[in-house]
């Protein structure tokens, strides 16, 4: 589903799997928590780097619970403010990780990322953004659309 603000006020609440915002400069960061789908692609978003760290924090405590994939292209990305105050690992060096997306398509994602879980014991990897797009806010939540498991061991510190 393609919204731009008049479709997404006629239609909220919102619950739909897939959700691509053509040009979002009018959603917050109050819209995106409330916004319940499975996968979100923002390629103009005017959220800060301080607001994704409140939508991490919002995800982390059982927020968007049908999430599993997000993009966000951010003005001035800043990794270091986003993952402020986050508890979770960087997993580096770890091969090549294959996500299925909801159209059945394979995304292999870089051999580093970030590893966060929410309280209910949900994972998700955040990928380094010097591997992929730059100013590029990626987070693939477990398990992928094909019901497939985060496939480190969570045990494991690196």
């Known amino acids: ?74 003005k001035h990305f800043d990794l270091d403010i986003i993952l402020n105050g986050i508890e979770g690992k960087w997993r580096k060096n770890h091969g090549s990780i294959s996500y299925n997306s909801f159209d059945g398509t394979e995304c292999k994602l870089p051999s580093s990322s970030f590893e966060i879980q929410r309280n209910d014991g949900t994972i998700a990897s955040i990928v380094s953004p010097e591997l992929f797009e730059r100013r590029g806010f990626y987070l693939f939540i477990w398990p992928d659309y094909k019901g497939l498991p985060y496939p480190l061991d969570t045990n494991h510190n690196e």
């Open 1 to 74: 589903m393609i919204l731009n603000s008049m479709t997404f006020e006629e239609l909220y609440p919102l619950e739909t799997d897939y959700l691509h915002l053509s040009n979002e400069s009018w959603m917050t960061i109050q819209n995106l928590m409330e916004v319940d789908c499975g996968s979100l692609f923002m390629p103009k978003s005017r959220l800060t780097n301080e607001e994704v760290n409140l939508f991490l924090n919002h995800w982390m405590n059982g927020g968007n619970p049908k999430l599993r994939r997000i993009f966000l292209r951010l």
